[in-house]
């Protein structure tokens, strides 16, 4: 029961956060044309456009170029990884979608990642440490995560935040301009709070956008552990393998900052505060799953 409701409370969460992330790209907008213009829509209108472009050239990236920058090697048979291939077919089976396209990456820091924007194009990525230093249970849970993320289309979901990151700092940075070439040629019926509250809005929207994203990362992680919970009915064993994975201070060697939201557990090994953070603090998760 308790599965279930986190479940369920994750998928509201996301969706809450998701359409005030929409609702703020629009405010951006309209704040651009509202300060340079004295107009609310057509920036609105603009906003839309420019997060739609970059969400539609950002979703027909290719899961192979993850994978190369990570230097993953494709495993493309049963003969090259038995116990891998075998947890990794038997989990989509229990998530019910096509198995993934799975990789090896030589690293010694237990990792791993999933990729493709839906369960038809997914993939995931293990690092050789990972299959060194946990057990078979431990690492059937962090795969479940994975298939988790593949199912929940979290990838989809990272990928639309992240063009919209995008289209916010285009915002901004085109407000900025537009504002210098447009100065002392204000409609008089702007109101001066409100101006000051779209410049404000406009200053300081890349990093709240920034950290809107940060939070649906955080919050898709939640989802996938207790998904992935509901694929092996071991929570423990999840909750083992993210012990042994966040105690090894040495760095995923292979990742980049750009794959870094991809993996399990923060590959990079970064001390920083739970808001700036792509994952969510360790000992949180393990609690959760420990409840569970």
């Known amino acids: 029961m308790i599965l279930y409701k986190q479940i369920e409370r994750n998928k509201r969460n996301t969706v809450f956060i998701v359409a005030g992330f929409v609702l703020f790209v629009l ?21 839309g456009i420019i997060g739609g472009i970059y969400t539609i050239m950002m979703l027909l990236s290719s899961t192979n170029v993850v994978m190369k920058m990570n230097h993953a090697k494709h495993i493309k048979s049963k003969n090259d990884d038995p116990f891998l291939w075998n947890t990794v ?11 993934p396209q799975i990789y090896i990456i030589n690293d010694n820091s237990p990792n791993a990642f999933a990729t493709g924007t839906s369960p038809q194009k997914g993939a995931v990525a293990v ?3 990972l299959m060194r230093r946990l057990n078979r249970e431990e690492i059937e849970g962090v795969l479940a ?19 919209l990151v995008s289209a916010v700092a285009i915002l901004s940075d085109l407000g900025a301009r537009l504002m210098f070439f447009s100065r002392g040629n ?9 101006l000051i509250l ?10 709240v956008a920034t950290l809107i994203r940060l939070a649906i990362s955080r919050n898709r992680e939640y989802l996938a552990d207790a998904s992935a919970v509901e694929l092996t009915r071991n929570p423990l064993a999840l909750a083992s393998a993210l012990r ?10 292979e990742a980049s900052s750009t794959s870094a939201p991809l993996y399990f557990a923060d590959p990079l090994k970064k001390k920083v505060t739970n808001l700036f953070s792509t994952h969510p603090i360790p000992q949180e998760r393990i609690k959760r799953l420990e409840l569970m």
């Open 145 to 163: 995560h994975e298939v988790a993320h593949i199912r929940n289309f979290d990838i989809r979901l990272a990928t639309i935040a992240i063009a």
């Open 89 to 99: 077919e038997n989990l989509a089976m229990a998530a019910r979608i096509p198995m």
């Open 27 to 47: 405010a951006v907008g309209a704040s651009l044309t509202y300060l340079t213009a004295g107009d609310y829509y057509s920036g609105m209108i603009l906003a």
């Open 127 to 129: 690092t050789t440490g």
């Open 186 to 194: 204000r409609n008089k019926q702007q109101h001066p709070a409100v």
């Open 244 to 253: 042994k994975i966040t105690a090894i201070d040495a760095p995923v060697q």
């Open 198 to 207: 779209a410049l404000l809005l406009l200053v300081l929207a890349p990093i």
